[in-house]
């Protein structure tokens, strides 16, 4: 197996956590608010019940909550970190990043801290680049969170909507490895996916005001028709490419870790790259849609089944339209 940067020094995950809230959404919860059913509900995306943030808590809530748990499993010290990178949509405020908020609460004075808004491609754009950090040498210890806290923004009377998405954070910590943990990484987006996709009020463009206290552009809306065919395209398509330019087989690899979307979207690219299905790691049914979190969330679900040494191919799609692939090793 050939890695196009053998040369360069490598990044590796050396740690992961996560965190869900404990506040449930049920389907049986969405009958009462819309028109819908657990049946259809279940037959057409896979979901039963999504976790939802309670109202006065925000994304860097969750994001600590799952730092302290991979900081707890896996012995790390906080105070090792040097950049932490957020993947958000859903930022507490909009200024300062939630990054900075983050930081704050942990008590890290002198970090690098950004957030990366890549929607639900932001935790695999926040990976490369914090691989990028690490193979740099510049940077050490680096964090990566992908958390979302979107129930905030989705309209609990849309159900095109209302049954896809919940809360939750997932984190990994990237460090300088002798063996390429990270080994490829390829992204792409589309600006033209705009209006299939999007939270369009809140930003400068549309700002709240006392005004538009109800305007009704602060929900998250999407075209689910037109997202769903670019998803299982954009995702099958980033993975073949990974394939090809590693010289691998799908069969080479041990796991796949698609963005949690919907269970038909999971099945499809599946079968687009002809992986076996026991090798798709899922956890949307009692999560739904966590937007940046899902990848290390279903990964930290699935981690007794994950051996030292597996082949991960993880991939993901979502609002810009954004999309990519990465090819891990798995190093703990
Ligand atoms: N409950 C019950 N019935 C519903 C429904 C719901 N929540 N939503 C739609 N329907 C009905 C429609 O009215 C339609 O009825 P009709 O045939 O009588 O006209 C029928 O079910 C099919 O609707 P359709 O919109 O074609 O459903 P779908 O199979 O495309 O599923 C989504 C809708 C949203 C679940 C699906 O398109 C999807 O998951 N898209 C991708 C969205 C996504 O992943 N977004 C985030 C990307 S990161």
Redesign the pocket.
């Known amino acids: 197996m050939q890695n196009i940067y053998s040369s360069r020094p490598h990044a590796a995950i050396t740690a992961i956590g996560g965190y869900v809230p404990q506040g449930r959404r049920t389907n049986f919860d969405?009958e009462q608010v819309?028109?819908?059913?657990d049946e259809?509900?279940v037959k057409?995306?896979g979901i039963k019940e999504r976790r939802i943030l309670e109202q006065g808590l925000a994304t860097s809530d969750m994001a600590v909550m799952a730092i302290q748990d991979l900081c707890t499993r896996y012995a790390k010290d906080i105070a090792d970190v040097d950049a932490i990178i957020v993947a958000t949509s859903t930022p507490d405020v909009l200024m300062p990043a939630t990054a900075n908020i983050i930081a704050r609460k942990l008590g890290l004075k002198n970090v690098w801290a950004f957030d990366m808004n890549a929607?639900?491609s932001g935790f695999l754009y926040a990976l490369d680049m914090g691989a990028s950090l690490v193979e740099t040498e510049r940077y050490k210890n680096v964090l990566i969170v992908g958390a979302d806290n979107i129930s905030a923004f989705v309209d609990i009377h849309d159900?095109?909507?209302?049954?896809?998405?919940g809360d939750g954070a997932g984190v990994i910590w990237l460090e300088p490895s002798a063996e390429a943990g990270v080994m490829d990484a390829f992204m792409q987006s589309n600006g033209d996916g705009r209006e299939f996709?999007n939270i369009e009020g809140g930003g400068s463009l549309y700002p709240t005001s006392q005004e538009t206290p109800d305007d009704e552009r602060r929900y998250l809306r999407?075209d689910?028709?037109v997202?769903?065919k670019q998803?299982v395209q954009s995702m099958s398509n980033a993975c073949k490419h990974i394939l090809d330019r590693n010289q691998l087989g799908i069969e080479q690899v041990n796991w796949l870790v698609p963005?949690q979307?919907?269970k038909?979207?999971i099945d499809a690219v599946g079968k687009e790259i002809n992986i076996q299905e026991e090798k798709t790691l899922t956890n949307i049914a009692y999560r739904g849609?966590t937007?940046a979190a899902t990848i290390p969330l279903c990964i930290w679900e699935n981690i007794k089944l994950i051996q030292k040494g597996d082949l991960l191919m993880l991939t993901?799609?979502?609002?810009g339209f954004s999309w990519g692939a990465s090819l891990l090793r798995w190093m703990i």
């Not at 819309?34 to 059913?37: E, K, N």
């Not at 159900?159 to 998405?165: A, D, E, G, H, V």
């Not at 993901?316 to 609002?319: N, R, W």
């Open positions: 969405l819309c028109d819908t059913s259809w509900i057409r995306t929607a639900c159900r095109s909507t209302n049954i896809l998405f996709l999407q689910g028709k997202v769903f998803a963005h979307a919907n038909r979207i849609n937007i993901a799609f979502g609002a």
